[in-house]
Nanobody
Framework: QVPLVESGGGLVQAGGSLRLSCAAS????????MGWFRQAPGQEREFVAV????????YYADSVKGRFTISGDGPRNAVYLQMNLLEPVDAAVYYC??????????????????WGRGTQVTVGS
């Protein structure tokens, strides 16, 4: 059973919006934070955004700042990503993840303990 399940991906034209959702499929640990990453073909998985439940803070990659918004429900281990003004360069498989560690490590894939299988986002030009 996949611990985290993403949904909401799809095809959108440049300038459009999508809202991604991610929720735990069953009982998991109490996470310190949850994040979104993305991976385009032939590229490494890159950080997009993170929300830290205990301090109520969010952090974004420079490439999405001002266009994407992360939010969620900590006790339910659910996280969302509102993506506006999408560009072709945003096209990728988007993954959500949950981590138990605090600090800047949550900007890196190694900071997370559980992952979803991803949801495809395609942006037409």
């Amino acid at each position: 059973q996949v611990p985290l399940v993403e949904s909401g991906g799809g095809l959108v034209q440049a300038g459009g919006s999508l809202r991604l959702s991610c929720a735990a499929s069953g009982r998991i640990f109490s996470s310190y934070g949850m994040g979104w990453f993305r991976q385009a073909p032939g590229q490494e998985r890159e950080f997009v955004a993170v929300v830290r439940w205990s301090v109520g803070s969010t952090y974004y990659a420079d490439s999405v700042k001002g266009r994407f918004t992360i939010s969620g429900d900590g006790p339910r281990n659910a996280v969302y990503l509102q993506m506006n003004l999408l560009e072709p360069v945003d096209a990728a498989v988007y993954y959500c993840a949950a981590g138990r560690q605090a600090g800047a490590i949550l900007r890196f894939p190694t900071g997370y303990d559980l992952w979803g299988r991803g949801t495809q986002v395609t942006v037409g030009s």
